[in-house]
């Protein structure tokens, strides 16, 4: 099953999604946010703590469901020196979402800059004893 991945995803995160609970994240790497401007809510989506630069076929992660997504620009400002100040915007995507299934990918089909990332995963039917 080909779907969006995201990725760098801290693994408390991960492991705390897998008691199946709708949980809400804050995400603001760019790479993430970009994935999720492509995905709807009601998608499934992989999520594993690799790296997107990294990604390669084994690597594990879950499958969850999109329950909503918001992407919002909020504004920064940081001062230096106590007078100075710089003004940025940054986009960010909150997403809430609910563990599907453990998953594996099973190919890597695209991972460019400023385009999301699709894996080709495989629902885990059974676990392995390691």
Do not use: W
């Not at 995507?93 to 099973?106: E, M």
């Not at 999301?116 to 676990?127: L, M």
């Amino acid at each position: 099953m080909q779907c969006a991945a995201l990725t760098g995803i801290a693994e408390d995160v991960i492991s705390d999604m897998r008691h199946g609970r709708p949980r809400t994240l804050e995400l603001q790497s760019t790479h993430n946010v970009v994935t999720l401007a492509e995905t709807k809510p009601g998608n499934l989506i992989f999520m594993t703590s690799v790296d997107r630069e990294d990604l390669s076929p084994g690597d594990r992660g879950i499958l969850v469901y999109i329950l909503t997504i918001s992407l919002t620009m909020k504004r920064v400002i940081e001062f230096s020196n106590g007078h100075l100040y710089e003004e940025r915007e940054r986009l960010s995507a909150r997403i809430q979402i609910k563990f599907c299934s453990n998953s594996t990918i099973k190919a890597v089909e695209k991972v460019k800059n400023i385009e999301p990332a699709v894996v080709d995963v495989v629902k885990a039917a059974c676990y392995h004893a390691g």
